[in-house]
């Protein structure tokens, strides 16, 4: 698969087959992540990856809190991205130029794991809306945000056909 054959197959999947997932198939997108581009090298993420039918059973209830995400119940894996502290450097860049360059370099990490996710043939959904506390307390995570998680099978749903606005309602040349 070609890199544009690549993010064209890229989707946010919510309905999967409850298959296991190889743990040598994670470890695959564990390593895209760890290798993703930050600010001043600080790779601010850490990854938590949850397959034990326990622990997952809990990590599921925690994302489909509040009437939401009610497909996570099929998912055998849920990856929960913890938000680790910059390094000296990038929070000192982050203060002067006022932009949380951690945010952006999770968001990296994340996108770098789901592509090399979907070429392995196995789908994901990035998930923002959870419980956060409750994944907290369930993974031991100290005193550290969780921004997302990542629901990681594979798919049970056909490839959607991408609808996005046109090339020139999301870019332009010299000037807004």
Request: hydrophobic share 45%; glycine share 6%.
């Amino acid at each position: 698969m070609n890199f544009e054959q690549l993010i064209n197959a890229r989707q946010s999947d919510r309905k999967y087959d409850t298959q296991p997932i190889d743990r040598a198939l994670l470890v695959r997108c564990l390593e895209a992540a760890r290798i993703a581009p930050s600010a001043c090298n600080s790779q601010p993420w850490k990854f938590v990856v949850v397959d034990d039918p326990k622990l997952l059973a809990g990590m599921k209830e925690a994302a489909a809190g509040m009437g939401m995400n009610k497909w996570v119940t099929d998912v055998p894996v849920i990856v929960a991205v913890v938000l680790e502290k910059m390094n000296l450097t990038a929070r000192i860049g982050s203060v002067i130029k006022d932009k949380e360059y951690s945010l952006l370099d999770v968001g990296i990490a994340v996108e770098h794991f789901c592509l090399q996710a979907t070429e392995l043939g196995l789908g994901t959904c990035i998930i923002g809306w959870f419980d956060e506390k409750k994944v907290k307390k369930l993974l031991d995570i100290p005193k550290r945000r969780v921004p997302l998680l990542i629901s990681v099978g594979y798919p049970a749903s056909e490839h959607r056909k991408k609808v996005r606005k046109p090339l020139e309602e999301m870019s332009s040349w010299n000037k807004y």
